[in-house]
């Protein structure tokens, strides 16, 4: 099947995937929101119960109480890792890379980028945050975490700048294919992944969270 | 002046350079478009603050064309 006008080329790699609709995303966050309650539901009334029946089996009772609270931040620490730093290139292609990627954002993107690592892009689905190896789509009270990321050219590794400026002109010629070419690896409260991003990251969401707030 | 760039290793590096009055400039920018797209690479333009196109023939009236690799989920 051709792709539409403006779709991702990329997306003919995925060509099972049904094309990301804001429906579609609303769906998912809600299946993440079940899954997560599933998994914590059954450990919290195990914890309860035990204590109920039986005063001594409070370390069972602990136990479980941990499991409740693990699982949903192991997941969220994987989600988190999309906007982790891959290991730089060497200073001189460094430096070029952050001067392309400096001409495609506007000043606080670029102030943003260079305390944070990640450039805010505003879209239709939300607002995203943008690393070198995914991007966080920021909602008023949820974050979604998507893994996505240039392919290196044959021999060369791409700087940082490089790898962030292609996750965004990709974001910004078709963002709902963007997000159905990348995989998600999170979707959950902000502050689930909030606590699991490095110092630095926490005020790119901050920041963008604020926003979000506002016009909401 | 028109640019076509890759991003690529180095950060980034020209491909050919044009202008609209110099059929020759013109003519080897298209051939260095098209070698890159035989490659596998995209072509994309900026079209202002927050959008960009994939364009399949080179825009011989645009300033800066920007040559990308493909992305995939991680």
């Given at each position: ?14 060509y099972w995937r ?49 499991h409740a609270w ?147 | ?74």
């Amino acid at each position: 099947m051709p792709a539409a006008a403006g779709a991702l080329p990329e997306l003919a790699s995925v060509y099972w995937r049904p094309r990301m609709t804001a429906e579609r995303l609303r769906r998912r966050e809600r299946l993440w929101t079940l899954t997560t309650v599933a998994h914590v539901v059954p450990f919290v009334v195990i914890a309860v119960a035990m204590v109920l029946l039986s005063p001594v089996a409070l370390p069972v009772s602990l136990a479980a109480l941990a499991h409740a609270w693990l699982i949903p931040a192991l997941y969220a620490r994987r989600g988190a890792t999309v906007t982790r730093s891959l290991t730089p290139a060497a200073d001189g292609p460094e430096r070029v890379s952050l001067g392309l990627l400096g001409d495609l954002v506007d000043h606080d993107a670029r102030e943003l980028h260079a305390r944070t690592g990640l450039v805010p892009e505003p879209g239709r689905l939300g607002t995203w945050l943008v690393g070198e190896a995914g991007a966080l789509l920021v909602g008023e009270r949820r974050v979604s975490c998507w893994c996505v990321r240039a392919t290196d050219p044959d021999g060369a590794r791409l700087p940082s700048g490089d790898r962030v400026a292609h996750l965004l002109l990709a974001l910004r010629s078709d963002e709902e294919g963007f997000a159905t070419v990348a995989n998600l690896a999170f979707s959950g409260a902000r502050w689930r992944v909030r606590r699991r991003l490095p110092k630095r990251q926490r005020a790119a969401l901050d920041a963008v969270a604020a926003r979000s707030t506002l016009s909401a | 002046m028109s640019r076509l760039i890759r991003m690529d290793g180095s950060g980034h590096t020209t491909l050919a350079e044009w202008t609209t009055d110099d059929p020759a400039s013109v003519e080897a920018a298209v051939a260095a478009f098209r070698e890159e797209l035989d490659q596998g690479s995209i072509a994309m333009v900026t079209r202002g603050p927050g959008h960009a196109e994939h364009v399949r023939e080179l825009p011989l009236d645009e300033q800066l064309v920007i040559m990308r690799r493909p992305i995939a989920g991680g």
